[in-house]
């Protein structure tokens, strides 16, 4: 197996268990996951786990936490080159124009489609993060607290900016939930979507063509929101 650059043994190690243990976790739960199973997944002595993380509960955790990471720099990345030094980079801009507000959340959606529908890692972080929807644990805090939370009220921010809604409003962090579905539909639902499609891979071009429609939808409830303010 080729060694992964700039990585020592002990920290590719851990990267093993941790894409191990978001993969059995994400199939088969928690509690059906043993430890033996995860480390012969990951390729290492069951020790492992007890020495990197403390024990399953801790790899659980770095799993999470790994999403996190993950998540948080595919989306949000360095969409807003527009905002002042002074503004934290986790915040968009207080004055930021509705047409840029609008061109970051289509960009964001870009990303999201493009991870979702081609990432190898996006099938066993999907797998992980509906069990844990589904039946909330431990992780889901951290799943919450540095991810869903974080996001979704940076995206509400933009969406206000764009339609002029009040960014915390009932309607506005809907909007935002519904936009978010539309992309994670495509993801959860990948088999029906291929064979109504008749599509044999989910490619660049497949790609492309889910996100330029799920940006018409956005775009046109932007633009109703907008005609609708009084």
């Known amino acids: ?13 851990r990267q093993a268990l941790i894409r191990a243990g978001l993969d ?24 492992g786990i007890a020495y990197h993380f403390g024990g399953k509960d801790g790899l659980r955790r770095a799993c999470a936490a790994f999403i ?14 527009a905002e002042p030094p002074s503004e934290p ?10 047409d840029l507000a609008l061109e970051i959340i289509l960009q964001i959606i870009d990303r999201a489609v493009a991870f979702a529908a081609r990432a190898p890692e996006s099938e066993m972080i999907a797998r992980f993060v509906v069990r844990e ?3 909330p644990t431990p992780a889901f805090e951290l799943l919450y607290d540095g991810l869903v939370g974080p996001v979704h ?3 509400c921010r933009l969406w206000g900016a764009a339609t002029g809604m009040e960014p915390e409003a009932r309607d506005t962090r809907l909007a935002v939930f519904a936009m978010i579905g539309q992309v994670l539909y495509f993801r959860l639902a990948r088999p029906a979507v291929m064979r109504r499609m008749e599509w044999e ?6 790609a492309q063509a889910i996100s330029a429609t799920i940006r018409r939808a ?13």
């Open 201 to 206: 891979t989910l490619g660049e071009d497949e």
């Open 24 to 47: 059995l976790f994400g199939r088969h739960g928690f509690d059906a996951s043993s430890i033996r199973e995860i480390a012969q997944a990951a390729g290492v002595n069951s020790a």
């Open 89 to 98: 980079p986790s915040e968009p801009p207080a004055e930021l124009p509705p």
């Open 68 to 81: 996190v990471e993950t998540m948080r720099a595919r989306l949000l990345g360095a969409e807003m080159p």
């Open 1 to 13: 197996m080729a060694r992964t650059p700039n990585l020592n043994d002990g920290e590719q190690t």
């Open 153 to 155: 009220g940076r995206v």
């Open 133 to 135: 929807m589904m039946e």
């Open 218 to 230: 956005v775009r046109a409830t932007v633009v109703a929101a907008r005609g609708a303010r009084p």
